[in-house]
């Protein structure tokens, strides 16, 4: 106790002045010390769940788009059965927007075709070998490259009914 009354009694020996800037400065800091323990980290938690909720809803929406996608070629697929497999393959490629990649195609018989393709994207590729597979259309053989300096594809495929 002896240090308590020491302390009591230097404050009490303080001018009235310097009392009441302690006491504001006490207020001060005692503030600063909330907002740095308290509100500071409750803003950061939230944006953080915001960013998590964001990154979420993208990937949904992602999910979504290919699960419609996927129904759409699901729903054409009875009418896109008959015909070639060559003519399979580019309208198939054309709806899933690679028909600019398509380099070569090359049938091998009635019932195979070699593909290649240069600047497609990984999305793309793995869509349209979907939606190949929902027309009866399996990839036997598949050759993926990545192109330098670039996230887009090239790919060799041999395809068959």
Do not use: C
């Amino acid at each position: 106790m002896g240090q308590f009354e020491a302390l009591k009694n230097r404050w009490s020996e303080l001018p009235a002045r310097d009392q009441l800037i302690l006491r504001y400065s006490a207020v001060i800091v005692g503030l600063l010390l909330f907002y740095l323990f308290v509100v500071d980290p409750v803003h950061s938690s939230r944006d953080n769940a915001e960013q998590r909720l964001r990154s979420t809803q993208e990937a949904y929406a992602v999910a979504q788009r290919q699960a419609s996608d996927l129904k759409a070629a699901a729903s054409g697929s009875a009418t896109s059965n008959s015909g070639s497999l060559l003519t399979r393959v580019e309208s198939s490629a054309q709806q899933q927007g690679l028909r600019d990649a398509l380099k070569r195609l090359q049938p091998s018989g009635d019932n195979q075709i070699q593909v290649s393709l240069e600047g497609a994207s990984y999305e793309q590729l793995m869509q349209w070998l979907s939606s190949l597979r929902l027309q009866g259309v399996r990839a036997q053989r598949v050759d993926i490259q990545q192109e330098r300096n670039s996230d887009l594809l090239g790919a060799q495929l041999l395809l068959v009914r």
